[in-house]
């Protein structure tokens, strides 16, 4: 079955039933008299700011945790592999930074809906997140091209970027813990009343 065997086919199978799921909702709210909000565009953006995040911190912890542990003995040959067009890791930095991308596009867009009303926690989170997309896009992604022969690099200016590359990419890391706590206790429990 292709919803199986293709990607694309199985994140398009999650979204019909997150459709049929929400209409099926709909009708059984109805039919019981009871009544709902329509799902607002609010609503839409969230998950769409969820969705994005999940991508980006989700890479960015494979990345930190599986990645980069593992390409440690590897040769040279192994690593021109790897980081060759429609590798591995190509594909993996192509995910990375667009979700980081959207994850902000959407999260700014809540903020602007919040505007004054955002509560301390949530700007916590939010200034995290935007300290890390600054870091995806302006320190870890040009480093990352130089790193994987995008960029020509010498040999010297590939080991400095990789380093560079992985400290914004772990400082990400250590800023994602209290961005995900603070973003998650303003809708749950504020921190900073």
């Given amino acids: 079955?292709?919803?199986?065997?293709?990607?694309?086919?199985?994140i398009a199978t999650g979204f019909i039933l997150t459709l049929v799921l929400v209409f099926v909702g709909v009708q059984s709210t109805l039919a019981h008299g009871g009544h709902y909000e329509p799902i607002s565009?609010?609503?839409l953006v969230r998950w769409a700011h969820i969705i994005a995040g999940i991508t980006w911190i989700g890479l960015l912890y494979y990345f930190n945790l599986v990645q980069v542990p593992s390409m440690a003995g590897l040769t040279a040959e192994t690593k021109a592999d790897i980081f060759k067009e429609g590798s591995i890791v190509r594909r993996a930095l192509f995910w990375f930074r667009w979700g980081a991308m959207f994850t902000?596009?959407?999260?700014?867009?809540?903020?602007?809906?919040?505007g004054a009303h955002a509560s301390t926690d949530i700007k916590i989170g939010a200034a995290f997140g935007i300290i890390m997309w600054a870091n995806v896009l302006f320190v870890i992604w040009p480093a990352q091209k130089k790193v994987i022969g995008m960029v020509e690099a010498t040999a010297e200016a590939k080991l400095a970027a990789g380093k560079r590359a992985l400290i914004a990419s772990r400082t990400n890391t250590i800023l994602s813990i209290p961005m995900l706590f603070f973003m998650a206790s303003?809708?749950?429990f504020n921190i900073f009343n």
């Fill in 1 to 10: 079955m292709k919803i199986f065997q293709d990607h694309r086919w199985s």
């Fill in 41 to 43: 565009v609010d609503l």
């Fill in 104 to 114: 902000l596009i959407f999260g700014l867009i809540l903020m602007a809906k919040l």
């Fill in 186 to 188: 303003s809708a749950h």
